[in-house]
């Protein structure tokens, strides 16, 4: 892990120190008494003169600070801190939320830290209280790993975080496996994504987790690696950055209509990969998802992104129920990018039925495959392919396909196969290569299918 010191050592205490200062004039936390004593953290409260936050921005009047002494971390470098409420307010200045990881023996040291700096800071919130997350978060002193634990929920419209590599938010309880830290338990709690966004993207080993039984974003959630786990889930460390995952939603239970993620129109996901996984629940997309490297997206419902574009240049999405890209766009593009043989896809999607109402899917570089278990729909769609630094074939299979008034145009081969094959005004066009067709019953009318090096028709028994 990358170490980056954030100095507090500069923060002028004197006067402006005010260890009676009311909690509702600045960030909005309350420590749990009720907790053992070791799980007490101390708070400080700081302004921040106006002359000192104008060198970083003219129109600062001054940041109000709430400074978390964390508690003694464990054994194994875990500070666990609890709290009845924990809102990190914007408020009219430029406020921030301070985890102080510095060593006592060093200059506005934490006295909590006799053992050494924390390598986990688990801030975890007992009472139905949400969480509102607004403003800066910091780790000052040794970078630390940050978790937010609210199973009341958690919303971020503003939420920045420094100086910490790894942060989790969710609305699991945290488990242990004796007095060792262990993971979560999410049985309830939404995340919110407000219009202001969340920023985690400080430095290229930043990884952002979200936990939670549901998750809508309405704004950018700005990161380096994230990873998504909606639904009520049990998720164990297994070391490393490995997770194990047991669903505890029950046997029979029945969430096909639920969205678990819902990304709005305005909302997005920026990062150089994204990896989401709806237990029992759906994933919709009306914005934006895009990825430098990978989009994974892993929903048992249904995965729908009407109207919506997903961008990468490796993508996967997976479902046993419908994925929907009615008026949407699924595009990966590797232009200035080596072709790597090892990487052979471009786009792959599995589901229990595919539409492409429409929709536009797009790749330049890397196999297209999509495979549905019932129907596929291409109707007014487009699914195209242009190599330029690669092979970029298409492969579809299905029980049965649709391409009515729909395109699928390739550079490269295409194969088709289904038992029922509608190409109604419909084109398959491979310009350079072969179409190999696998079907029971073909039905082209007024529809084009030509290959460059010709059309193979195999007639199913």
Not at 215 to 230: A, C, F, P, R
Not at 339 to 352: A, L, N, T, V
Not at 356 to 385: C, K, L, P, Q, W
Not at 434 to 453: A, E, F, V
């Amino acid at each position: 892990m990358r170490e980056v010191s954030v100095n507090l050592h500069k923060i002028y205490y004197g006067v402006l120190l005010l260890f009676c200062a009311p909690i509702f004039s600045y960030a909005e936390i309350i420590v749990d008494k009720n907790a053992p004593k070791n799980n007490q953290p101390d708070l400080l409260y700081h302004i921040e003169k106006k002359k000192m936050c104008k060198i970083q921005n003219a129109y600062c009047q001054g940041g109000k600070k709430t400074i978390i002494n964390i508690q003694t971390p464990d054994i194994e470098g875990v500070s666990h801190n609890k709290y009845v409420k924990f809102n990190a307010n914007r408020g009219n200045g430029y406020d921030k939320v301070i985890f102080n990881n510095i060593l006592p023996s060093e200059e506005n040291g934490n006295s909590n830290l006799i053992n050494g700096e924390a390598v986990v800071i688990l801030n975890e919130i007992t009472s139905m209280n949400k969480s509102q997350l607004d403003t800066l978060l910091v780790v000052a002193g040794q970078s630390a790993d940050l978790v937010i634990a609210n199973p009341a929920g958690i919303s971020c419209n503003g939420c920045r975080f420094v100086n910490t590599d790894y942060v989790t938010l969710t609305t699991g309880v945290p488990a242990f496996k004796g007095d060792k830290f262990a993971g979560f338990n999410v049985h309830q709690g939404d995340i919110y994504i407000g219009g202001e966004g969340l920023q985690h993207n400080e430095s290229v080993d930043n990884y952002l987790d979200l936990f939670s039984d549901s998750l809508k974003v309405d704004g950018k959630i700005e990161t380096i690696d994230l990873l998504s786990i909606i639904g009520k889930n049990a998720i164990t460390f297994k070391g490393g950055k490995k997770l194990w995952l047991i669903s505890l939603a029950g046997l029979f239970y029945d969430a096909e209509n639920k969205i678990g993620m819902d990304v709005g129109k305005l909302g997005g996901m920026y990062a150089n990969k994204i990896h989401i996984i709806a237990k029992r629940s759906g994933s919709s997309n009306q914005g934006e998802i895009i990825a430098d490297k990978v989009v994974n997206i892993d929903s048992d419902a249904f995965i729908s992104n009407v109207s919506g574009k997903i961008e990468s240049p490796k993508i996967k999405l997976k479902s046993t129920g419908l994925i929907d890209n009615s008026k949407g766009r699924i595009k990966s593009e590797r232009q200035g990018r080596d072709y790597d043989p090892k990487e052979k896809f471009g786009i792959r999607i599995k589901g229990g039925a595919i539409r492409n109402h429409e929709g536009r899917i797009y790749a330049n570089s890397g196999h297209v495959s999509m495979e549905a278990s019932n129907i596929f729909f291409n109707n007014h769609g487009e699914i195209r392919t242009l190599s330029t630094s690669g092979p970029a074939d298409i492969k579809i299979k299905a029980k049965n396909i649709n391409n009515i008034n729909g395109g699928v145009i390739s550079s490269d081969s295409i194969k088709i196969n289904t038992n029922a094959f509608k190409n109604h005004h419909g084109r398959v066009v491979s310009v350079f290569d072969q179409i190999d067709l696998y079907y029971k019953t073909l039905n082209s009318g007024k529809g084009i299918i030509n290959g460059g090096l010709g059309v193979s028709k195999v007639i199913k028994p």
